[in-house]
């Protein structure tokens, strides 16, 4: 097999293009390129930053994220919210069921040898907990999550609730919820506090088996060619060989900077013909979705800068000037927006401008009416 070499700053400007923050477009949120894999809301509010980094205008705080409908707030990937296109959903939950047990209960992390010991297979778990759901939402309508978890703790057998010191109480697992709720139905309300669940409208019900990942593996090459395929099972929260055992066809085998992966042919040419850089600077929150690759080292090349991007808790957010990270930033709010920058390397004359514009665009997203920029 031919493998193509790749530019790697050519790879990432044909990424930054492809997630929509080269050229902001005058678009709806549902037709953005990101919704092809979803925008994750971690921290709570964190997708309206990441919409409004490629929109025109910044969504207004009030603003209805779903479009009507169009697009839904759901716990998915890795059991994290994130922000799809309803028309995906039931795709989206087939794609993420377990092919087996062992495909199951390895998602479950520290909590398998519990369900391996009570004699429970993978595909019960979730089929239980998400039948719970389903069945809670049908009975109930809107509840919070605490009301959720109770509900659905009292409706699956014991074994299924272990003892949280924290809560001082059985409950079902946190992770087993996140990761049976989509496919019984369930939806975030957008913006609620406290957080806040409801069915999901024409809901087909708990998928009959598993279904394929193709749409989700050329989403995923789409917005970040060169990607391997264990690059998209680790972004789904899948075990690898998920992904590596039924792989979508088409993509060419490319290697970017020595290490190999995928790229559609389209891309491919994209990438040889286009530019190595691209004359922009944005605010990425902690959870952006370029920053969501699995190979962080090509967006931030230095070990020690990655160390201040991806933090074991409280990630910044990422300053990106052209294909460079120019330096995390994090912020305070009070009646302005106050922006604090550490930077990498010091910043230009006119990327400091661009700052002062970028920190005012997210500052009206959150509702402030000013804001201020420091730079370390």
Partial sequence: MTVVELDPRAVLAHR???????DRADTAVADLAVC???????PPGALRAAVSARSAAPLAPDADVTA???LTLVWSFRGAPHLHRTADLPMIAAAGWPRDDADALSRLAWQRARFVDAGVTG?????????AVAGVLAERGPVTKSQL???VTGRIR?????????CGVHHVGEQLLRLSALAGGARLVAGSRPLTFEAIPGWPGVPAQAGSTDALQLAYLRLFAGGSLADVADFLGAPRAVVTDDPVEGPVAVSVGGRPGLARAEDVDAVRAGPVDVPVLRLLGPSDPLLSARDRELLVPDKAHRKEVWRPLGNPGLVLAGTEPLGVWRTRQKRTLELTVTAFRRPTRAERTVLDDEA?????????????VTVD
């Fill in 16 to 22: 930054i293009a492809a997630h929509g923050l080269t």
């Fill in 36 to 42: 092809d894999l979803g925008v994750q809301d971690t």
């Fill in 68 to 70: 009507g409908g169009a």
């Fill in 123 to 131: 595909d019960e778990v979730y089929r239980e907990v998400a039948g």
């Fill in 149 to 151: 978890s109770s509900a």
């Fill in 158 to 166: 014991e074994e299924l609730s272990p003892f949280c010191k924290p």
């Fill in 360 to 372: 005012a665009r997210l500052a009206a997203v959150r509702g402030v009416a000013d804001a201020t």
